[in-house]
């Protein structure tokens, strides 16, 4: 077996393994949730009804100002959403201008290469390896 | 007794060396003997010099023939310096050739190149121990016929040539020389270089005074290769035995460039040199073009001796640049540099000839990850290369802090950022080096000779002999520039 | 005993490294970093280590309350990144690893000019070699510009120490203010360092092209050490308040679109620079606090960030979000990690941002800068939205790869959680940090206002990334190259020289044929004046050396007797 060969095992490999939930390390079962659109929605409904709760916190509360205007109810939540969203706007418009295919700076650039090998490990997840079989097994 | 006569030791311990090695003719033996001589002729200097610093200038009358009539050895801190690097590093070289003299060398003729290697130290010694400026022309004579045979014994046929431009270009430089000081024989009747000094001002002819100053001038130019008289250098740098291109980087420049110190600041004195005579209008510029112009040469430059040689010739410019601001902190400056470049330089043609011992030729292109093969050349060649470019804590940089200091004091900024550009270049042609040597991958369609290995014992030994002396320098700063301050003193103080 | 200061110990270290074994040489990459911490604290406060040199003294040891707490952030740094490199067997990447934290260490030791311009060039050298590790060709040619910049830094810092020591006979770094041209130099030279606006390109360029763990390791000191020499000099000196605004702003735009995510992190390092540079520019004991403390929060995490994707790059071979997405499956622990960085980094309150950020943002305020402040307010926003949701997002969740990595290698995972776990005990015990600031502090971050500000600003900004990307307005990561100032000396400096012969040739339309020609052939081959055989460099035969010594001596003659 020639270095090419194992190589290409590996890629292929990491790019199209489809592995069931029990081949995934245990703490990564966890957090699978984050494929399912449904639970999504819910953290998403969790995290609005956080929003609107810290937002009326603000007439309960008095926050301590230094700063004028600071005081007005709801002006962090404001800045937040505002600056946030007038951010990746802004930053769309200048990708716009300043976007240029990754070969603009070749050769004298990192961008138009790939990382040389000799310095990664590209190891594929392997399920016996971490020992997650038998935890899965063990745990049904 | 013996500590009175120690000048005329100085000169003729390698005189006599030279022709006990052509009468013995063992390699070996001749190899045994010029470094006995060698190491004789260092702890001379050393005495000379501890004793110059403790009780000043020695005057020593050849032959106690008294000053007028004799030849007479004069003395003073810049001597004793100059003795002590030109001794210093044939010694370390002379022990380095060895190996590279057993495999380059035709094997009946080593003796030859012994003998011409002592021949051309007593003419180096010889200059600059003399006070005698007919004397000097006499060395210089002697240092640069046995220079030209050394040349010549590179293996590579283009030694010949290189040799032969040298021999033309030298033979010039020493009859202007030699024609200089006829007119100030002319001028002032007198050959002592006390004398010659004294009497300057009430010479009969001024004219002639300032014919020799011309003359002496473009000599002195050319021996030192100042740009744009350095033609004969990059060639003879390139083609001669390794070890006579460490000796020749070493040495050679720096005893003439000494020589021109001492006729234009002792001699002719700094008011007539940059005063009346506005040599700065002559050399700065030079210098300037000199340093900026090499540099980016050294750039390149695929030949690792063909880089060095130019390199050689930018770092002249600096210490011409440092002449040129006639001031105790600029002669300083300058003199930090001949000692600090002359061994760094020297340090650098060694790990070079290192390579080329091994790897056959010193192609940029074939050095790939040398490192892998031989570590102790490279990291030699790495640490010197630093002190090339001048980064903090190595020799390199006490000159270049000194250097750039003393033209701020003196207000010529222009020089000081010069340098500071200069030195960027130094970066890009050392670092390009070094980047190959450590990090690219060796390829298949040049590949280096098989079973390629580390240089032999006795050529790292002396290389790293001079790596310590110059680290302890680069460390200690203060003692080199202590020494050079004293010896700028003597020359901006005239002969007393 | 001064022998054995801790930058000693590390340039010992260092010599000794090539005598060693590769498994030796990554066990001295842990036990340096602990020795250098030990011989640290050996040392009380005051002046030690004291050379003369060139008649000038030097103080390599000047221990105090804000030169130490930098010490000790770097020997914590040295040591995670020892650990996280112990794989690396390179010993050039080694040995480079040990000068660089040596001479950064070093560098906030110094006590006068000479001895940190010293060191101040040693990080150049030393960290250039962890790019060049990389071993390609345009890793070279990274490094080469980085290390044009670096040295230049190094250039101005001495240009401005000489002119300095000529104006006042002192070579002391204590406070210098802009004052002179050369305090102004020296300023400029930090701020190079320090990645000041329109100097900031060789963090960005660098950066990315480093090897995996050259990134985590150059990430901690250069910059850092930038920062401690501007609160050292220049505090309270007010241009840095605006220069350290606009420096939490503008990198944030750039970090947005950018693919390459270790640029990403790089522009976020600009990004908190920013802050720190805030809060020396308003120099009260609070501000300084401020950025002494947001330094050491921020080496922390910004490492954690480095190190979870450099573990992604080591096992997929890319650290493009646009090639990623999805690896939470195969590499959780890295994820976790990442994710505890991300919220330390945004500020989250039990994270180790929000105990230092808060410190800087007050001191605006009190202060009165409320411009500077409202600035530092929107640019916590942005943070979130490259550092925090960004890089763990798209690294681990988003649509997936399909790339199924190992997780990363243990030595990985152990010194990312150990970071990760520091980042969490600052947040949540900031009295132990609090403890080590330069003036005494008298200040309680979790404080109900705080907290809920802070958490309103973020759970909002949140709310409008939900947003954005329910509506499609958050920007796809695709594969190029962005733009920045370095555009300036990369592209149009070399591209402009032909043509403004050009238009200058035109003009001169008498002389245009032969001036373009000669002109523009100059520029572009004055390469060949100097490569060999060129005119410059060619071996000159006898008579046209003869020939130019008889100029010279023309020359010499007519000077002389005129």
């Known amino acids: 077996m020639t270095d090419k060969q194992t190589q290409k095992t590996d890629r292929d490999s990491l790019t199209h393994s489809q592995l069931p939930p029990s081949q995934l390390p245990r703490m990564a079962r966890r957090f699978l949730w984050a494929d399912d659109m449904g639970a999504v929605e819910r953290v998403i409904l969790g995290l609005s009804i956080l929003c609107v709760v810290l937002f009326l916190l603000d007439f309960i509360v008095h926050r301590h100002t230094y700063v004028p205007g600071e005081g007005f109810p709801g002006f962090y939540a404001i800045v937040g959403f505002i600056a946030f969203t007038l951010i990746v706007l802004g930053a769309t418009q200048l990708r716009r201008v300043i976007l240029r295919n990754e070969n603009y700076y070749a050769p004298f650039s990192v961008d138009a290469e790939e990382y040389p090998e000799q310095g990664l490990e590209k190891t594929a997840h392997t399920p016996d390896e971490t020992g997650v079989h038998i935890d899965g097994d063990a745990s049904q | ?496 | 005993m001064s022998l054995l200061a801790p930058p000693f110990i590390y340039m010992l270290a260092a010599l000794l490294c090539p005598l060693l074994s590769s498994r030796h040489r990554a066990l001295l990459l842990l036990i340096v970093p602990v020795l250098g911490f030990i011989s640290l604290l050996s040392f009380s406060y005051g002046h030690h280590a004291v050379f003369h040199v060139l008649g000038f003294e030097l103080t390599f040891m000047r221990v105090d309350k804000l030169s130490m707490i930098f010490s000790i952030i770097f020997s914590i740094a040295a040591l995670l990144g020892g650990i996280y490199s112990w794989h690396v067997r390179d010993h050039i990447q080694q040995i480079a690893t040990l000068v660089y934290a040596g001479a950064a260490i070093g560098g906030v030791l110094a006590g006068d000019l000479i001895s940190l311009f010293l060191y101040w060039e040693a990080t150049a050298v030393a960290s250039v070699f962890l790019i060049w590790a990389r071993r390609s060709a345009a890793s070279y040619a990274t490094g080469m510009r980085y290390l044009i910049i670096q040295v230049l830094s190094g250039v101005l810092l001495l240009a401005g120490l000489l002119l300095h020591y000529n104006d006042t006979g002192s070579i002391a770094f204590d406070h210098l203010g802009l004052v002179s041209l050369g305090t102004w130099l020296i300023f400029i030279g930090f701020g190079i360092k320090c990645a000041f606006p329109l100097m900031h390109n060789w963090l960005q360029d660098s950066y990315p092209a480093a090897t995996v763990t050259g990134t985590v390791i150059l990430s901690a000191f250069t910059t850092k050490m930038a920062v401690y020499a501007l609160a050292r000099g220049y505090a309270g000196t007010e241009i840095l308040i605006y220069i350290g605004a606009v420096m939490t702003l503008f990198p944030i735009f750039f970090a947005e679109i950018e693919n390459d995510l270790r640029r990403v992190l790089a522009y976020s390092l600009n990004n908190q620079l920013g802050f720190m540079v805030v809060g020396v520019g308003i120099g009260t004991e609070m501000a300084l606090n401020g950025t002494a403390a947001h330094a050491f929060c921020h080496i922390l995490y910004k490492a954690l960030l480095f190190m979870s994707v450099g573990a992604v790059l080591y096992r997929t071979g890319t650290s493009k979000a646009s090639e990623l997405g999805g690896l939470y499956k195969t590499m959780p622990v890295t994820m976790v990690c990442c994710l505890v960085g991300a919220a330390s980094i945004s500020a989250f309150p039990l994270f180790s941002g929000f105990v230092s950020k808060s410190l800087i943002l007050d001191a605006s305020a009190k202060n009165s800068y409320y411009v500077v402040w409202f600035a530092l307010v929107v640019a916590s926003a942005g943070v979130l939205s490259h550092s925090g949701i960004k890089i763990p997002y798209f690294t681990f969740f988003a649509h997936d790869s399909g790339k199924r990595p190992a997780e990363a290698p243990v030595h990985m995972r152990i010194a990312m959680i150990a970071t990760a776990v520091l980042c969490v005990l600052i947040g949540i015990f900031p009295g132990a940090l609090y403890a080590l600031l330069p003036y005494d502090v008298e200040y309680k971050p979790y404080t109900v206002s705080h907290v809920l500000a802070q958490m309103q600003l973020l759970c909002f900004a949140l709310l409008a990334f939900v947003f954005l990307m329910r509506k499609g307005l958050h920007p796809p990561e695709v594969r190029g190259v962005n733009l920045d100032s370095d555009w300036l000396y990369r592209k149009l400096a070399p591209g402009l020289m032909p043509s403004i012969v050009g238009l200058v040739a035109l003009r001169v339309t008498a002389m245009q044929d032969a001036g373009v020609k000669a002109v523009s052939g100059l520029i572009k081959r004055i390469s060949f004046l100097a490569r060999p055989g060129g005119m410059l460099a060619v071996s000159w035969g006898v008579n046209s050396m003869v020939l130019v010594v008889t100029v010279m001596m023309l020359i010499v003659l007519l000077f002389n007797l005129l």
């Not at chain 2, 300058?334 to 790990?351: D, E, P, Q, R, W």
Request: overall charge positive.
């Open chain 2, 1 to 496: 007794m013996i500590a009175d006569q120690l000048p005329a030791l100085q000169i003729v311990i390698p005189m006599l060396a030279a022709p006990l090695c052509v009468l013995i003719r063992r390699s070996f033996v001749c190899w045994c003997i010029a470094v006995l001589a060698n190491v004789l002729v260092l702890a001379t200097s050393w005495a000379i010099f501890k004793q110059v610093q403790s009780e000043g200038v020695i005057r020593y009358a050849l032959g106690g023939w008294a000053a007028p009539t004799g030849i007479e050895y004069y003395i003073d801190s810049m001597n004793a310096i100059m003795l002590l690097l030109v001794s210093f590093i044939s010694c370390v070289v002379v022990v380095y050739a060895h190996e590279t003299v057993r495999k380059s060398v035709q094997t009946g003729k080593h003796y030859l190149f012994y003998a011409a290697w002592m021949l051309c130290l007593t003419g180096l010694l010889g200059i600059s121990i003399t006070g005698d400026a007919f004397n000097v022309f006499v060395f210089l004579e002697i240092s640069s016929l046995s220079m030209y045979m050394l040349i010549a014994f590179g293996s590579d046929r283009r030694a010949l040539s290189a040799s032969f431009r040298y021999l033309i270009m030298g033979s010039i430089g020493a009859s202007f020389i030699l024609i200089g000081i006829g007119f100030l024989y002319a001028a002032t009747g007198a050959l002592n270089m006390v004398d010659i000094a004294s009497r300057i001002p009430d010479a009969q002819s001024q004219r002639a005074v300032l014919v020799a100053f011309s003359f002496l001038t473009i000599g002195l130019m050319i021996k030192s290769a100042v740009f744009p008289l350095h033609g004969w250098l990059a060639n003879a740098y390139q083609h001669a035995p390794i070890a006579v291109t460490a000796f020749l980087a070493g040495t050679a420049t720096k005893v003439s460039l000494y020589v021109l110190l001492r006729f234009f600041f002792s001699i002719f004195g700094t008011n007539y040199s940059f005063g009346g005579m506005l040599l700065n209008v002559v050399l700065l510029p030079a210098a300037v073009a000199g340093f900026v112009l090499m540099s980016l040469v050294a750039i390149f430059q695929s030949d690792l001796r063909r880089m060095l040689a130019y390199s050689s010739v930018a770092q002249i410019g600096y210490i011409i640049a440092a002449f040129c601001l006639a001031s105790q902190a600029g002669l300083t400056a300058g003199i930090v540099h001949i000692i600090n470049h002359g061994i760094i330089k020297t340090a650098l043609f060694m790990s070079v000839g290192c390579i080329i011992y091994r790897v056959g030729h010193a192609h940029s292109d074939s050095l790939d990850n040398l490192f892998k093969k031989m570590p102790f050349t490279v990291c030699a060649f790495i640490f010197s290369g630093l002190g090339l470019i001048g980064v903090p804590l190595t020799a390199g940089f006490i000159s270049k802090f000194s250097l750039i200091s003393a033209s701020m004091e003196r207000g010529w900024w222009m020089i000081g950022v010069l340098v500071l550009l200069s030195s960027l270049f130094a970066i890009v042609y050392v670092g390009r080096v070094v980047e190959i040597m450590l990090f690219r991958k060796a390829r298949t369609d040049n590949p280096q000779p098989t079973g390629l290995r580390e240089a032999p014992l006795l050529m790292l030994v002396p290389m790293y002999v001079l790596l310590a002396v110059s680290v302890w320098v680069g460390i200690s700063g203060s003692a080199t520039l202590s020494v050079a301050s004293d010896a700028a003193a003597a020359l901006l103080g005239g002969y007393q």
